[in-house]
């Protein structure tokens, strides 16, 4: 008795996604290295310029070099602000309980607006 067996179907849509992900993620890490091989080429070519040399690059190198400060800037540890914000909030009791005598408050005298206009509107 011959045992059938399924044809196998294309992957599915999640896994496929998964793959792309993946696969965009292994070439910007090559891109990153890239660039962080072209930042320490650069950092060690640096001192070896005359003054002339680094005057003509000018304006234009001041650009890339504030882009690439700003980009490495980020890449540090997070500030102490963030670790604070994940924490929960404090309660707010004294707030809440405020508030829940002005609705309160509030509501008593809407009723008690409505009660006076039914007894005066009626003749």
Known sequence: ???FRRSRKS???LRRKQQEIA??????????EK???????ERQAAPE?????AALQGAKGNKTKKRFEVSLA????????????????????????????IFLFLLTALAAAVMWLIS????
């Open 35 to 41: 660039l962080e091989r072209m930042m320490t080429k």
């Open 23 to 32: 696969k965009q993620e292994a070439q910007l890490r090559e891109k990153l």
């Open 120 to 123: 005066h509107v009626h003749p």
């Open 74 to 101: 980020l890449e540090g540890p997070p500030p102490l602000d963030t670790r604070r914000s994940a924490r929960r909030p404090r309660s707010l009791r004294k707030q809440r309980r405020e508030g829940q005598i």
């Open 11 to 13: 992957a599915p849509p």
């Open 49 to 53: 310029r005359s003054p002339a040399q």
């Open 1 to 3: 008795m011959a045992m």
